[in-house]
Nanobody, 121 residues
Framework: QVQLVESGGGLVQPGGSLRLSCAASGTIFTINRMGWYRQAPGKERELVATSINGGSTDYADSVKGRFTISRDNAKNTVYLQMNSLKPEDTAVYYC???????????????WGQGTQVTVSS
């Protein structure tokens, strides 16, 4: 079975930086897409950034120029580098991925448990 585990969340002051990591483990043949979502209290979960095989990336307008998503395919890991953090970035951040366990199987979507990011002075 496949698991996604996030790490790197915590408390940071406005203007600070933080890097989140998400490692996929288990029976994995290929990871077609990995991304990050976030959910603030009282709000719906929203897409933050996504990375597709081939190097394509996409970002929410609110984080463009501040956040960078990257992948280490050898480690089945995706990262989210967050710079110039704002209080509005406070949320639980969730990793997700579309993963095929073996050839000829269609990929499935998996979610991590979430990691808390709090931006406050």
């Amino acid at each position: 079975q496949v698991q996604l585990v996030e790490s790197g969340g915590g408390l940071v002051q406005p203007g600070g930086s933080l890097r989140l990591s998400c490692a996929a483990s288990g029976t994995i043949f290929t990871i077609n897409r990995m991304g990050w979502y976030r959910q603030a209290p009282g709000k719906e979960r929203e897409l933050v950034a996504t990375s597709i095989n081939g190097g394509s990336t996409d970002y929410a307008d609110s984080v463009k120029g501040r956040f960078t998503i990257s992948r280490d395919n050898a480690k089945n890991t995706v990262y989210l580098q967050m710079n110039s953090l704002k209080p509005e970035d406070t949320a639980v951040y969730y990793c997700n991925a579309d993963i095929a366990s073996r050839p000829l199987l269609r990929s499935k979507t998996y979610w991590g448990q979430g990691t808390q990011v709090t931006v406050s002075s």
